[in-house]
């Protein structure tokens, strides 16, 4: 068998801007080759030859689910489409790495998780800052278990533009941090309280102000919005004893490590009523060494490992849906004006695991380069 043929063939469903940054990765990497690329906008696959002279194009998705060279797909068309597209080509039998949100209703996720499982293949979303060094290494710092309690976090995505006419700005950017959060946490919101404005009239929030609940009393807050002139990525953690930012858009300093904090003393007697004694901590700033790599060519590796053996994705379709019962939460939270929406993650796999197995399908297991 030559080393051609042990390649991976890729078959990428959208040729935006995204899409084009999965034709290249793909490219690089030296287990897999784009064996097409599909897309219903002849401009954009004019694009494609132009800058990948050679490349298989087609704007007939059939046609390309059809050819044998191609053993998975990844899908970067608008959202609103994923949940078709994305079912036609795990009914196709093809391994899928779909961008976030995996889908727009928590029904359709779960449907997708279903068909997945009974094909054998992998189901895939792409939530990419989980594969980003630099909230890798916020991860480390927490389970270090340095930075004491936990007290809160918060992120700001912001930027101008661009605007989307599928989804509003929490559906288009709060995927991102909702799973750093629930990746940072190891787990998933209690409840959420979302508010949202459309302010430049377009019929959808172009901002949005979402705090999550988890557990432990511990709060999130995300911050994003198409209408703001600073472009800003940024999370930040903050403990008792430390507080940990990480700035995507830092290149030199991406996360630093502020060794600041402040608890309540072990001296429970106050001087007088409604005062506390606290422990104030004031340290160095550190700016811990974070590894140069690229996360959507981390999250493509990955995509491409979990083909070969059979193992589960970090962010696999449980973790997609996950975010996208979350983002269902946010826009009934937003509707009521931001009156609480308490979310059950527990009950819907409990219930989707019974249902499962009455059908027989839950047990498949995964094809590796298209064996059982």
């Known amino acids: 068998m030559t080393a051609e043929a042990k390649k991976i063939g890729v078959a990428i469903i959208g040729?935006?801007?995204?899409?084009?940054?999965?034709?290249?990765?793909?490219?690089e990497l030296p287990n897999a080759r784009v064996a097409a690329v599909c897309d219903a906008r002849q401009e954009r696959l004019d694009e494609v030859q132009r800058r990948f002279p050679g490349l298989t194009v087609s704007p007939d998705l059939d046609e390309v689910l059809q050819m044998p060279e191609v053993?998975?797909?990844?899908?970067?068309?608008g959202a609103t489409s994923h949940y078709a597209v994305a079912s036609r080509c795990l009914e196709a039998g093809k391994h899928l790495l779909v961008e976030k949100p995996m889908a727009t209703t928590v029904p359709d996720s779960l449907k997708l998780i279903g068909l997945a499982e009974k094909q054998g293949v992998i189901l895939?979303?792409?939530h990419t800052f989980l594969y980003n060094p630099g909230v890798r290494k916020v991860k480390e710092y927490i389970a270090e278990d340095k930075m004491g309690r936990?007290?809160?976090?918060?992120?700001r995505r912001t930027n101008l533009g661009p605007i989307r006419y599928d989804v509003n700005s929490i559906w288009d950017l709060a995927p991102h941090d909702i799973s750093i959060?629930?990746?940072?946490?190891?787990s998933t919101p209690l409840w959420v309280s979302a508010v949202g404005s459309n302010i430049l009239a377009?019929?959808?929030?172009d901002v949005g102000f979402v705090t999550l609940g988890y557990p432990g009393n511990v709060l999130g807050n995300i911050h994003v919005s198409w209408a703001d002139p600073n472009k800003v990525r940024e999370l930040v953690v903050v403990g008792s004893n430390q507080r940990v930012v990480f700035d995507d858009l830092n290149a030199l300093e991406r996360v630093k490590i502020y060794q600041k904090g402040v608890t309540p003393s072990a001296d429970k007697e106050a001087s007088s009523f409604g005062e506390f004694q606290f422990l104030i901590r004031d340290g160095d700033i550190l700016s811990p060494r974070v590894e140069?790599?690229?996360?959507?060519k981390n999250q493509c590796n990955h995509f491409l490992e979990c083909i070969t053996t059979g193992s589960q994705p970090l962010t696999d379709g449980w973790n997609g849906l996950e975010v996208v019962q979350v983002l269902q939460a946010i826009d009934r939270s937003v509707a009521q004006n931001g009156a609480p929406?308490?979310?059950?993650?527990?009950?819907l796999r409990i219930s989707y695991d019974i249902q499962a197995s009455s059908n027989g399908h839950h047990t498949h297991p995964v094809k590796v380069n298209g064996h059982a």
């Open 181 to 186: 959060f629930n990746y940072l946490m190891d």
């Open 341 to 347: 929406v308490f979310i059950d993650h527990e009950s």
């Open 292 to 296: 140069i790599s690229e996360p959507l």
């Open 150 to 155: 936990i007290y809160y976090l918060y992120s």
């Open 71 to 77: 053993d998975a797909a990844v899908i970067c068309t």
């Open 202 to 205: 377009n019929s959808r929030e």
């Open 15 to 27: 040729s935006g801007y995204w899409g084009i940054n999965y034709v290249r990765v793909f490219n």
């Open 124 to 126: 895939m979303v792409g």
